[in-house]
């Protein structure tokens, strides 16, 4: 069964302290990978898309990278408000379904 | 206005309440999706629409009737509901189903049952 699996499932990092994010899948033929962020009551909001393997995408301080079988979200001296859910959906050959991960819950403390 | 609109925003209801949620994407997307988020859980897929044809049905309970009545528009009918039904409901819009293409996503409706 495909699967998409975050971790760690919790993060608490200091103001500045960079660190990365991990979304693996166990997926054939993927189609294509999307990072999202998602803030306490609201839905969540696209980030990346990544389509193949070597792929780098950036924004401020985040940068996602993909292998054939993880993508990584780097963050970059975060900041407190970097502070959210960030969510990772995969979707594969053959079908338009998207499967998310449960979310890695990051914290920034000042 | 921009992106996709999700009206009510908290709602609450007796098992035996009829209620509809609504959505409205202003991106001009093809594809419509109903999606429900539990906590600890990844987001469940329960309706697909493209170009107002229902696509998908996840196995979704007939308590839950969606209704595309144009492209811009989704309704989510609700009625007979159980406290397990409780959860944050999402609406999210895309391009369009041939492509891979990321969902935008409205800001949900918290749905709580009594």
């Known amino acids: 069964e495909d699967q998409v699996t975050q971790s760690p499932e919790a993060l608490r990092l200091q103001e500045g302290e960079s660190s990365s994010l991990n979304c693996s899948y166990t997926v054939s033929g993927l189609r294509g990978l999307f990072w999202y962020r998602q803030d306490p009551g609201k839905g969540p909001e696209f980030l990346f898309t990544?389509?193949?393997a070597g792929e780098e995408k950036e924004k401020e301080r985040l940068k996602a990278t993909l292998t054939k079988k993880e993508s990584f979200l780097h963050i970059t001296a975060p900041k407190p408000e970097d502070s959210a859910t960030y969510l990772c959906a995969v979707q594969y050959s053959g079908t338009y379904k998207y499967i998310f991960g449960t979310g890695t819950r990051l914290k920034v403390l000042a | 206005e921009t992106g996709v609109t999700q009206t009510p925003r908290h709602l609450v209801m007796g098992m035996t309440n009829k209620k509809s949620l609504k959505c409205e994407q202003h991106?001009?997307?093809?594809?419509m999706y109903w999606y429900k988020q539990s906590a600890k859980k990844p987001l469940e897929l329960m309706f697909v629409?493209?170009?107002?044809?229902?696509?998908e049905n996840n196995s979704v309970p007939s308590r839950f009737s969606p209704e595309c009545p144009n492209s811009s528009h989704l309704f989510l009918h609700l009625h007979t509901l159980q406290p397990e039904d409780s959860a944050l409901y999402l609406c999210?819009?895309?391009?369009?189903?041939?492509?891979?293409?990321?969902?935008?996503f409205g800001d949900g409706t918290r749905l709580s049952i009594l």
């Open positions: 999210a819009s895309s391009q369009d189903l041939t492509l891979s293409q990321p969902q935008h």
């Open positions: 990544l389509y193949s």
């Open positions: 629409y493209s170009l107002e044809e229902r696509v």
């Open positions: 991106l001009g997307h093809n594809a």
